[in-house]
């Protein structure tokens, strides 16, 4: 039984007894019960400054240590096998969609819970070395702080994700209702990734009180998910979500019956790895007189006008139509296509984060007011990015990076 992860050489444990101290003087901790509250100044540097740079955004969500290990091929039951590199770096969901915010250029803030031992000093560090703000976050002095192991299968380029959750769990009660004012002041834009459901819930409710605007990832059925997407302007899913949450017979059509029964939802998109995305967006103005057309047929047409030479992200749309599936209603709006970014086998790394990049592009893209036509294809190409490095975070790409000079 595994009850806590082996300490390797890395740069998010190096030097680190000496420096705790230090930190916890410098971050003017404060205990609050079992807990550690830090009542530092809630101004955390940015070094990736833009025009965009005073825009805040709020996320709430997972984070975690990720000890990655790279294998030639996924090992068989009872295997010993040698890794062929070892990285040791932050993780979990939220921590990656707003590291990759903050590369882009915006100054995001971070809710989340982690223990006060070296992992939990670790996660906190490498956020605010990347301007991400770690204010709000509640430290425990009991328990320990999330971290996940995750075997990276060179000959498939797939990765294999063990998690072990922090503990104990992030509370309503731990976010007082000032620290929630506080952390909610100024916020453009608030994004949830489905984790710490009740605590997330009270949040969303303050934010949509407040008429903020909600993303909210749905990677797979949670606890709690299906109140926090009443709430969600914005919708990322995962390729499998979608049906499995409506249990409609295909994409498209579950797509229709996601946005019928959200009625906030302006549009839900669908990542679906190396065959790109999907997007539905609700048409406000415009289309609702024109003929019924089936959603497949739809789809098929902007598939066949895709160019398959093409190795970067493109995105294809259709106009404003009423939609329709069988058995699961009409919907008057617009369907894209995404293309993903073709990346040659030689730079393909590790696809661990790829999910969580995209959706921090979809953050800035929102708040930078992107048409959807470039929003896609921008969150394509930092996802892209991203793959070319071990890890959810050592590939993301900063707003400088030449990569992103057609979309920024």
């Known amino acids: 039984m595994i009850s806590s992860p082996p300490q390797f050489p890395d740069a998010i444990s190096v030097n680190l007894v000496s420096s705790l101290l230090s930190l916890l003087v410098k971050e003017n901790f404060q205990l609050q019960g079992p807990n ?9 540097p940015t070094p990736h400054r833009s025009l965009f740079h005073t825009i805040q955004q709020l996320g709430l969500g997972a984070v975690s240590v990720d000890f990655l290990a790279t294998v030639a091929s996924f090992p068989n039951p009872d295997d010993k096998i040698r890794s062929t590199s070892l990285k040791v770096q932050g993780g979990g969901n939220s921590g990656n969609a707003l590291t990759c915010a903050a590369r882009l250029g915006l100054n995001p803030r971070l809710i989340s819970k982690v223990a006060n031992d070296s992992q939990g000093k670790g996660i906190l560090e490498e956020l605010e070395a990347d301007g991400v703000n770690t204010f709000f976050f509640i430290v425990s002095e009991e328990g320990n702080s999330p971290f996940t192991y ?18 104990p769990p992030l509370i309503p009660e731990e976010l007082s209702h000032s620290s929630l004012l506080s952390a909610l002041d100024g916020a453009n834009m608030v994004y949830f990734d489905g984790r710490h459901p009740e605590t997330a819930l009270l949040v969303a409710k303050e934010a949509a009180r407040k008429n903020m605007p909600i993303l909210v990832e749905a990677e797979r059925k949670r606890e709690g998910l299906d109140d926090l997407l009443e709430f969600a302007n914005y919708a990322v899913c995962s390729a499998k979500f979608p049906q499995a949450w409506t249990e409609a017979p295909s994409v498209p059509s579950a797509l229709i019956s996601m946005l ?3 009625p906030k939802l302006k549009f839900v998109i669908v990542t679906m790895g190396e065959d790109g995305c999907i997007m539905l967006e609700r ?8 003929e019924e057309i089936d959603v497949h047929s739809i789809l098929e047409s902007l598939k066949q006008r895709k160019d398959d030479n093409k190795t970067i992200p493109t995105c294809i749309s259709s106009v404003a139509t009423r939609l329709t599936s069988n058995g699961i209603g009409t919907l008057t709006g617009r369907l894209f296509l995404g293309t993903a970014e073709k990346i040659p086998p030689s730079e ?5 984060g790829a999910g969580d990049a995209f959706i921090g592009a979809v953050l800035y893209a929102l708040c930078a007011g992107m048409p959807q036509e470039k929003m896609l294809p921008f969150a394509a190409r930092v996802a892209a990015t991203g793959c070319r490095a071990l890890g959810a975070r050592a590939g993301l790409p900063l707003r400088t990076d030449p990569r992103l000079a057609g979309f920024l």
């Open 36 to 44: 550690v509250i830090r009542v530092a100044s809630a101004s955390s």
């Open 150 to 167: 995750v075997i990276v299968d060179n000959q498939t380029k797939t990765r294999t994700c063990i998690n072990t959750p922090g503990y």
């Open 260 to 262: 019928l029964r959200l």
């Open 283 to 290: 048409s406000v103005n415009g289309g609702s007189d024109a």
């Open 348 to 352: 393909l790394v590790d696809t661990t």
